[in-house]
């Protein structure tokens, strides 16, 4: 019988080996060589491949010693068959989410890392994001709650008041957020954008933002891992124009994605995500 797979223990030993490499990589000029272009459709950076590969050779660590098998689904290699073909299991991988805060330097980066038993988002079962910023671990197993470096996450959420404070906005071209900010106008008192879904997702699951939104759709890897965490920290996740169950973990899948910590502030945000662009585009 093969041993259980022990994912925090392996998404930390992920984390310390990518630090490292940061580390040894502290320059723009170091950050911001390119590698042509990955299977989730944007540039790949150097950087984002051997972070990648790192996840790989951890992955493989575990296939090779245990006997276990996976279809892992990433943003540069794309789907990959580890192991047998009877995997039971996907990780979902996002190993640099926030390439562009990475390249120019910026602090807030993260590692996601989803491990699923089917194949949309209402399958996560493991959900994993490491901050490289602020070096904070959230993650979550389903139906045991959310935590933020170990420790379960609690917020209040008994008055969510007039209206909503700070609001996360990502994927913030400026084409595509000003009809959003429009519709926040009179509705929400600051936003922010940190340049990472998954970690824009973890703050609101730990009430540091009252909301969030997407200004266009994201990927399965940008959000696989935070969304598990929204949810069994109590908030509000919607996939805008599927049901979580509808939304899908391959590539190919693109969709808005907005979250709360009240229901009537997730009806704001998704207000203001619905007089973005077309969520195709």
């Given at each position: 019988?093969?041993?259980?797979?022990?994912?925090?223990?392996?998404?930390?030993?992920?984390?310390?080996?990518?630090?490292?490499?940061?580390?040894?990589?502290?320059?723009?000029?170091?950050?911001?060589?390119?590698?042509?272009?990955?299977?989730?459709?944007?540039?790949?950076?150097?950087?984002?491949?051997?972070?990648?590969?790192?996840?790989?050779?951890?992955?493989e660590r575990i296939v090779d010693r245990d006997g276990h098998s996976f279809l892992?689904?990433?943003?540069?290699?794309?789907?990959?068959?580890?192991?047998?073909?009877?995997a039971e299991l996907s990780v979902i991988i996002d190993p640099i989410d926030g390439?562009?805060?990475?390249?120019?330097?910026?602090?807030?980066?993260?590692?996601?890392?989803?491990?699923?038993?089917?194949?949309?988002?209402?399958?996560?079962?493991?959900?994993?994001?490491?901050?490289?910023?602020?070096?904070?671990?959230f993650a979550a197993f389903r139906g045991k709650g959310a935590t933020l470096d170990?420790?379960?996450?609690?917020?209040?959420?008994?008055?969510?008041?007039?209206?909503?404070?700070?609001?996360?906005?990502?994927?913030?071209?400026?084409?595509?957020?000003?009809?959003?900010?429009?519709?926040?106008?009179?509705?929400?008192?600051?936003?922010?954008?940190?340049?990472?879904?998954?970690?824009?997702?973890?703050?609101?699951?730990?009430?540091?933002?009252?909301?969030?939104?997407?200004?266009?759709?994201?990927?399965?890897?940008?959000?696989?891992?935070?969304?598990?965490?929204?949810?069994?920290?109590?908030?509000?996740?919607?996939?805008?124009?599927?049901?979580?169950?509808?939304?899908?973990?391959?590539?190919?899948?693109?969709?808005?994605?907005?979250?709360?910590?009240?229901?009537?502030?997730?009806?704001?945000?998704?207000?203001?995500?619905?007089?973005?662009?077309?969520?195709?585009?």
């Open positions: 019988m093969r041993p259980e797979v022990d994912w925090l223990d392996l998404c930390r030993r992920i984390v310390a080996r990518q630090a490292d490499l940061f580390a040894a990589t502290t320059t723009i000029a170091e950050r911001s060589v390119y590698e042509g272009r990955g299977e989730g459709g944007d540039m790949t950076l150097e950087l984002d491949r051997r972070c990648e590969d790192i996840v790989f050779e951890e992955l892992a689904i990433s943003e540069e290699r794309g789907q990959v068959q580890l192991g047998g073909p009877d390439s562009m805060n990475v390249r120019r330097t910026l602090p807030s980066h993260s590692l996601s890392l989803a491990v699923a038993r089917g194949g949309s988002m209402a399958d996560v079962e493991f959900g994993f994001v490491h901050d490289f910023g602020a070096r904070e671990e170990g420790h379960p996450i609690a917020h209040h959420r008994d008055d969510p008041g007039p209206g909503l404070e700070v609001v996360g906005l990502e994927s913030a071209d400026p084409r595509w957020i000003l009809p959003a900010i429009e519709v926040l106008q009179g509705q929400a008192y600051r936003v922010r954008s940190i340049g990472s879904i998954a970690i824009t997702l973890s703050y609101v699951a730990t009430g540091r933002l009252d909301a969030m939104l997407s200004a266009r759709g994201c990927r399965s890897v940008d959000a696989a891992a935070a969304q598990l965490i929204v949810r069994e920290a109590g908030g509000e996740i919607e996939f805008v124009g599927y049901p979580l169950d509808g939304a899908m973990l391959d590539l190919d899948a693109r969709y808005p994605v907005v979250a709360a910590l009240d229901p009537e502030h997730l009806a704001t945000v998704r207000a203001a995500q619905d007089a973005g662009p077309d969520p195709a585009a």
